[in-house]
């Protein structure tokens, strides 16, 4: 098992631009790729991992660093904090992540929400991004962590793009829709469509059935109806509920992220199936949404 995890873990990232910002506290690390010579303001994804994973890693691996340079993006990708902040990262005992209520964060005093909205008020500065166009996009735990953001920061982001991760709906309606559009496998053995309990890296737990969550997450957005089969093929299926939420389910993939240069990270997570250009369809459903642009350096 180790030699995917490292294989995941020390590819290729040393060659993005780094930089950091102090939060909470604490030093944050963050990867970037801009365009060259961007003429109107560009768009601004932030980019996040999942457990064990780092931003530099990941906006290599996942494809989206190549998304940027030939969509003329600006994507920024912090790395996580680690649970015990005195030792060094490591995947098993002390990975990085995003704080989603895992019982290894319980006592953790960090917000890294309000790190999030500090980075991104510096990456519009710094990169003269359009305010009114940040999105969000995470895998796995960087997925529910995207859904959780969105929840608290309705009126920051103009929509999010969440692989394989929970989506953390609140009990009440979000102040204003955010655009989301959601991709699952169907052979994933870490959130099972189905639901159900699910041994991970880190334990245990009990996952909510992906329709249930979806249900969730459309009426927080609302629309009370129920989900409609836009397409069905051999490879994905696709479902809508209402404007704000498109849902792409691949077929006969498991829980790596659906990238030609992601490395299987371990053979446990499911198979792996690549015939859906999953950046670009996440990227044609949101690039279009607009938020109020209440995005500012330092809040």
């Not at 601004?44 to 290599?60: A, P």
């Not at 895992?102 to 999030?116: R, Y």
Request: charge should be negative.
């Amino acid at each position: 098992m180790l030699k995917y995890l490292l294989a995941g873990l020390l590819l290729a990232g040393a060659v993005l631009p780094s930089d950091t910002l102090e939060s909470q506290g604490r030093r944050w690390t963050y990867y970037s790729v801009s365009p060259s010579a961007p003429g109107e303001p560009p768009p601004l994804i932030l980019l996040f991992h999942g457990t064990g994973g780092s931003g530099g890693g990941f906006l290599d691996r996942s494809g989206w660093a190549e998304t940027a340079r030939r969509e003329g993006l600006v994507v920024v990708a912090p790395s996580g904090q680690t649970p015990k902040p005195e030792e060094k990262p490591a995947f098993l005992t002390n990975p990085r992540a995003w704080n989603v209520g895992q019982a290894f964060f319980k006592d953790s005093t960090v917000d890294d929400q309000a790190f999030v909205c500090d980075l991104a008020g510096k990456a519009v500065e710094t990169f003269h991004a359009d305010p009114r166009r940040v999105y969000l996009v995470g895998h796995s735990n960087g997925a529910a962590f995207c859904s959780k953001l969105a929840a608290s920061y309705s009126e920051r982001w103009a929509g999010i793009g969440c692989v394989a991760g929970p989506i953390l709906a609140p009990s009440a309606r979000l102040s204003r829709p955010v655009a989301t559009c959601c991709v699952f496998g169907m052979e994933d053995p870490l959130l099972p469509v189905a639901g159900g309990k699910t041994e991970t890296p880190w334990g245990s737990r009990v996952s909510t059935p992906v329709g249930e969550m979806l249900s969730h997450w459309g009426r927080a957005l609302g629309y009370e109806g129920i989900a409609e089969v836009v397409s069905d093929d051999d490879a994905q299926r696709t479902e809508r509920y209402g404007d704000e939420l498109e849902v792409i389910y691949l077929k006969g993939h498991g829980h790596n992220y659906p990238s030609p240069t992601q490395p299987l990270v371990d053979p446990r997570f499911g198979p792996v199936r690549l015939e859906v250009p999953v950046n670009e369809r996440i990227w044609d459903f949101l690039k279009n949404k607009k938020s109020p642009g209440l995005i500012q350096t330092g809040t």
